[in-house]
């Protein structure tokens, strides 16, 4: 059930994602649909961290409803206008450092509510991740396995996918999407999967077409600033960074993206005690 979707009667296509296509209702939400009715616990994933952002802080947009269309789960949500942050800065790159402040600062607020307990908790998942990575060598999977289970769990809201391409809306308003990895744990560990995909510039992840056109100055300097920004904006001093880093260089190798195997494996070596 992976095949293109022809528009259901009242919406209109309007944007495709890895694992969704998305549409716009005749009243003016959107509708996202996922591929596979496999993906049901991502939408419920999704709505469970819209509605617990609802109200409060405009971070995400608003939730309105679970649905299923053509016997594919979906999730309807307000509709955010404006382009990306990845596409404002393949546009308009010299704005780097205002989106990173804004990245860091969304970052931080994201990290001040306490999730549902309906949510997955993160460290859990981390773990399963890491043991069902067929490509990542066993005695890393099980150094990583070993300095997770010394990491304290949290009850923070984390968004697991967080990076410039989900998050739209303006600098000063910005409004975070992409919810189906939502979790519950510590905010350090949200925080080191967002460096991963930063600093992993000559890898291919998930959206970086516009990313790999920044330059790798551009990159340093996003990153950096992004850091700075959460650091101060969040209080905290994101203990044990490394270790955070090392779980989750290590989980990505569930997502199997091929190319990026040599240089997470020598992300690793070099890190390894
Ligand atoms: N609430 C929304 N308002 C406007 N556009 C949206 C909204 N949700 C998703 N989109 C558009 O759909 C694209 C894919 O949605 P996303 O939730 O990131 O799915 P995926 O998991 O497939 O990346 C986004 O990059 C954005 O262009
Ligand atoms: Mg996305």
């Known amino acids: 059930m992976t095949d293109e979707l022809t528009a259901p009667p009242g919406l209109v296509h309007l944007a495709e994602g890895r694992e969704a296509e998305v549409f716009l209702r005749d009243d003016g939400s959107v509708v996202k649909i996922m591929r596979s ?12 961290a819209l509605q617990a952002l609802a ?12 649905t299923n269309v053509a016997g ?3 999730l309807v949500s307000e509709r955010v206008t404006g382009a990306d942050f990845l596409a404002v800065l393949s546009r308009k790159p ?5 989106v990173a402040g804004s990245l860091g600062r969304a970052h931080a607020a994201m990290h001040e509510h306490r999730a549902p307990v309906s949510l997955p908790e993160l460290n859990d998942e981390l773990a399963r991740r890491i043991e069902s990575a067929s490509a990542l ?9 070993i300095r997770l289970r010394t990491l304290p769990s949290g009850d923070r809201l984390c968004h697991g996918d967080y990076h410039p391409a989900n998050i739209l809306g303006t600098l000063k308003a910005p409004v975070i999407i992409d919810w189906g990895d939502a979790s ?5 560990a949200d925080v080191a999967r967002t460096l991963l995909l930063l600093r992993a510039g000559e890898l291919p992840p998930d959206t970086p077409v ?11 300097l996003l990153t950096r600033r992004y850091l700075a920004v ?27 993206i091929e190319v990026e195997y040599p240089r997470l494996t020598r992300l690793l070596e070099e890190a390894s005690q």
């Open 210 to 220: 516009a990313m790999r056109a920044l330059t790798a100055v551009g990159r340093g």
């Open 94 to 98: 010299w704005l780097v450092l205002g």
């Open 55 to 66: 109200g409060k802080e405009h971070l995400a947009p608003a939730f309105r409803e679970v």
């Open 137 to 145: 060598p066993p005695n890393l999977a099980s150094e990583a396995l």
């Open 184 to 188: 519950r744990g510590a905010p350090v």
């Open 72 to 74: 594919r789960p979906a």
């Open 37 to 48: 009715a496999a993906q049901a616990p991502r939408v419920q994933r999704e709505a469970a």
């Open 230 to 256: 959460y650091r101060r904006s969040a209080g905290h001093d994101l203990a044990r960074l490394d270790d955070w880093m090392f779980v989750r260089v290590a989980a990505r190798f569930n997502e199997e």
